[in-house]
């Protein structure tokens, strides 16, 4: 069953064309308003005080959590180290992937995998994988907001965990687009929101109270059917109080929205009855 015609706001970044394309394909009516852009720090001594405990042997696990961000922790220590340094010292520790993406980037190193996370590659699947490892002293490469929950597990099973911060989400630099999915929501023209991270909604509204108008986002929100991928997301939506409706069974954006076309007009349908 497509969208057919439904009004679907995404605010999708990095794959803005390939989502709104697959919204269309779906027979949907896409906004796609980017909301965020990877922001390198300006000061990266954090990364460069890592590697000098690194180089002196002083991690048995490191744990990589985004494609971007071991990419990114490569490129910044190869600034200053010898371009193969951070690789060579890696296949000599306990190396963790967080999903494909960071498996991926390591391949390319030619650093070996001890522990492939398995979907949907959150921080409790992590924890299990990694249950049975006697290591403690633990390096985690961090994305955008700090995981504070898997910190926090880590250094509850014992761990010395030293968190290294590459970059950082900010909004994007024209934030026309987003402002305009705020006008729309806030207007009622918009059916469906897609959201494929938790950083999107809490950008979203930074720009919806910016103008005085977060409230009122968030209820018309709540009458619209909402997909989310990943259980951070749906966690931070549900503590804004926005019930997620689409929820796919792959974490991918094709399995998103097409599941989304499937299931929005119901989810619409009873939302807005509840809210009649």
């Excluded at 890592?50 to 220590?77: P, Q, S, Y």
Aim: hydrophobic share 45%; no cysteine; glycine share 4%.
């Amino acid at each position: 069953m497509p969208f057919d015609g439904l009004r679907v706001v995404s605010f999708e970044s990095r794959r803005a064309n390939e989502i709104a394309e697959l919204i269309r394909r779906h027979k949907g009516d896409p906004f796609v308003a980017p909301s965020m852009r990877e922001a390198p720090l300006e000061n990266n001594q954090e990364a460069f005080e890592f590697a000098e405990r690194l180089f002196r042997a002083e991690f048995d696990m490191m744990i990589l959590l985004t494609g971007v961000g071991t990419r990114a922790l490569d490129k910044v220590l190869a600034s200053r180290y010898p371009p193969q340094a951070f690789a060579e010292a890696l296949r000599k520790l306990k190396v963790v992937a967080r999903g494909p993406k960071p498996a991926a980037v390591l391949r390319e190193m030619q650093v070996p995998i001890t522990v492939n996370v398995p979907e949907p590659n959150t921080w409790r699947e992590l924890l299990t994988a990694i249950g049975d490892f006697p290591e403690r002293h633990i390096a985690v490469q961090e994305y955008g907001k700090s995981n504070l929950e898997l910190l926090a597990a880590l250094r509850a099973r014992g761990a010395e965990v030293t968190a290294v911060r590459v970059y950082q989400w900010d909004l994007p630099e024209d934030t026309a687009p987003l402002r305009e999915a705020v006008r729309r929501i806030v207007a009622g023209e918009a059916d469906v929101a897609i959201f494929t991270t938790s950083v999107q909604l809490t950008h979203l509204l930074r720009i919806a109270a910016e103008t005085g108008l977060e409230e009122s986002a968030l209820h018309h929100l709540r009458k619209m059917a909402v997909a989310s991928i990943g259980p951070t997301t749906s966690e931070t939506l549900e503590e804004s109080g926005i019930q997620p409706d689409i929820i796919p069974t792959h974490p991918k954006m094709g399995f998103l929205v097409k599941e989304a076309a499937e299931q929005a007009s119901a989810a619409i349908k009873r939302k807005r009855a509840a809210h009649a």
